[in-house]
T-cell receptor, first 113, second 112 residues
Framework: AQSVTQLDSHVSVSEGTPVLLRCNYS??????LFWYVQHPNKGLQLLLK??????LVKGINGFEAEFKKSETSFHLTKPSAHMSDAAEYFC???????????FGQGTRLTINP | DGGITQSPKYLFRKEGQNVTLSCEQN?????MYWYRQDPGQGLRLIYY???????QKGDIAEGYSVSREKKESFPLTVTSAQKNPTAFYLC???????????FGSGTQLSVL
């Protein structure tokens, strides 16, 4: 069985400062991991995905995430926050058979001017 | 433009009424999904379909029904048996066996 825990329900940073959104996972199989972003009243958009190639994954809009098996973590980072990054972010795990993804509870990112 | 279209954007349901949410995709994807989103609870899977004329229950299928008569379409009916239907409903599609989902813009369902 797979599960995912997003460690912060809300993160607030100032524009131009680094962003860190934390995610821990549990999986019986070698997992695929994803980060999705959702802007208000919109659908979700894929930011990046890990599928057992490089452990450091680069995504869109300057985001990246590092897969750490020993820590069962897949934290999302960005060096410098922009106002347009304000959104809800979801960490997702997919185990054997990608038809069922398990979503984390979401982290709401607020950017202060 | 290729993508997923959900309609309507807002929907209101009266007590005891069934309502149907539309989801159409032109991405030629085999797999389609319905998720329910409640504040602070992430997304929960209602139903999914890997191929035409076949679908499977997700984690919270009670009070919902679906059909998959065409590859492009996967409508969701919220029946009167669903006692707490107020939520944001998201439809998604993917290439079968892949975890990358493409989402529609969602339908907000509220009870009158």
């Amino acid at each position: 069985a797979q599960s995912v825990t997003q460690l912060d329900s809300h993160v607030s940073v100032s524009e131009g400062t680094p962003v860190l959104l934390r995610c821990n996972y549990s999986s019986s199989y070698s997992p695929s991991l994803f980060w999705y972003v959702q802007h208000p009243n919109k659908g979700l958009q894929l930011l990046l995905k890990y599928t057992s190639a490089a452990t450091l994954v680069k995504g869109i809009n300057g985001f990246e995430a590092e897969f750490k098996k020993s820590e069962t973590s897949f934290h999302l980072t960005k060096p410098s926050a922009h106002m347009s990054d304000a959104a809800e972010y979801f960490c997702v795990v997919s185990g054997q058979g990608a038809q069922k993804l398990v979503f984390g509870q979401g982290t709401r990112l607020t950017i202060n001017p | 433009d290729g993508g997923i279209t959900q309609s309507p954007k807002y929907l209101f349901r009266k007590e005891g009424q069934n309502v149907t949410l539309s989801c159409e995709q032109n991405l030629n994807h085999d797999a389609m999904y319905w998720y329910r989103q409640d504040p602070g609870q992430g997304l929960r899977l209602i139903y999914y379909s890997q191929i035409v004329n076949d679908f499977q229950k997700g984690d919270i299928a009670e009070g919902y029904s679906v059909s998959r008569e065409k590859k492009e379409s996967f409508p969701l009916t919220v029946t009167s048996a669903q006692k707490n239907p107020t939520a944001f409903y998201l439809c998604a599609s993917s290439i079968r066996g892949q975890g990358k989902l493409f989402f529609g813009s969602g339908t907000q369902l509220s009870v009158l």
